[in-house]
């Protein structure tokens, strides 16, 4: 089951990063990440509000509880915020795999931290999957991005490397809270501090690229709140693991690449797809191996 859950993350996953595409283009990156904010707090607020009702502020009802969940806050925001700002500026056919790298760290850290082992089908799986990945980042040198001049391809690595803390921290907290919990709470206090951010920088800097609204902007909110819903209750399930789901959920970069080709007409799409291809049969095989 939470092998499904996860092939259901990285589909909307994948839905969420085109959203995104769409909505920042041309348009102020802060504005747009605070409106996700928004709108993902307002999707989960009933949870809040029905748990104050029957006298429960949820996570233990406790300040620690609460301290541990404004510490996920920070560290998504700060994924977010770069996430938001390297997919306006990259090629979705790049920003997609640099984000679909994120497993390498979180299996280093899962085997480190959790003791998780894998099987012969999963680690055939996560090989074939890293080698996949690895070559669908190279290309971005023939299309001018290097880690050499390109800061938006650093962003795109730092989001990774953050995305990457927050999943092995999930696994720490859902071990001991409710995923519903976690999520309302954490989307709520997000929305705090990207409101309290949000003002400091405008009064900084009064100069800044107008906010514009789309139809995509509530959009990437419902994505990714029903790929978090679905991540949250895999992890939550006692024999998942963390290396695994990670690995699956970069599956989204399917749903991303595609529409860069087909809509964007993005560049080296032989190449790109080959490559792909390859991730395809690593996450079957991670699939296969773990129903085994």
Known sequence: MWVILAVVSALC???????KKLSLDSNNVLGVLF??????ALLMLPII????????????????????ILLKSFIVLGSWGLGYASIKHLPLTIAG?????????????????????LNGWQWVGVLLGLSSLFFISRLG?????SLSHSRWLWMAIGATALGAVSALYDKYLLGRFEPLEVQAWYSLYQLVIMGLALWLIMRATPSHTPLRWRWTIPLISVFLTVADLAYFYSLSIEDSMIAIVSMIRRGSVIVSFFYGVIALHEKNVRAKLIDLCVLLVGLIFLVVGSLD
């Open 35 to 40: 409106l996700n904010t928004f709108f993902s």
């Open 49 to 68: 509000i029905s748990g104050i009702a029957v006298g429960n502020c949820g996570l233990g009802n406790t300040l620690a509880g609460h301290g541990a």
């Open 97 to 117: 795999p640099v984000n679909a790298s994120r497993p390498v760290l979180v299996l280093i850290g899962a085997l480190l931290v959790f003791g998780e082992r």
């Open 141 to 145: 040198g023939k299309e001018g991005i």
């Open 13 to 19: 996953l994948g839905f969420y990063d085109v959203m």
